[in-house]
């Protein structure tokens, strides 16, 4: 599989043969929504909390006669079917929303987010992407250079001058290979990936 080769201006200055076994699959949609779901769902923090009947805020006393109103009987304010009643099945301050997926069927989904994204134009090579010090303007020139507004940089070294000067920079992310997810993939408009993440890449995806 062949990738464009970027320069410091954007343009396609030559070839970079990439490997078929992560770059070249076939794009399976069921599998990619399988584990973009997924990740979001991991991603969740189960700390929300509602009150059942017995523990919300209410007096015991009978709302109004048995017999005689006209009206469904009525216990107590504290019933699910009253405005500022209980709920019936609370959610807890511990659910779990976790989904389990297996290591095969996410490198193979994630190698299918990678060829789909070859194929549509959308990801890219570069030699290195390195910043002199840690100042945003000099970056973000450099992106605008490049026609870029939309970017994931997948770079095989983040060091502190570059994830500084680009952890302010709207619609741009700087990751290692390691912490390459699918919904970061699928959202940004341009994937960058430096020749160094490549073989990172290879081995962890093929």
Known sequence: MQLELLNDQGQAASKFEAPET???????????????VAFQANARQGTRAQKDREQVHHSTKKP??????GRARA????????????????????????????????????AAIFSQLAREGRLAVVDSLKVESPKTK???ARFKAMNLQSVMVISDEVDENLYLA???LLNVLVVEPRYADPVSLVHYKKVLV????????????A
Not at 194 to 204: F, P
């Open 22 to 36: 992560v770059f070249g699959r076939e794009y399976n949609e069921d599998l990619v929504h399988q584990i973009v």
């Open 64 to 69: 109004f006669k048995q017999k005689g109103t």
């Open 75 to 110: 216990g107590m304010t504290s019933s699910p079917l009253w405005r500022g009643g209980g709920r019936i099945f609370p959610n807890s301050p511990d659910e779990n929303f976790t989904q389990k997926i297996n290591k095969k069927m996410y490198r193979a989904g994630m």
């Open 138 to 140: 000099p970056l973000a």
């Open 166 to 168: 680009s952890r302010n």
């Open 194 to 205: 430096t020749k160094g993440a490549m073989d990172k890449l290879k081995e962890m995806f």
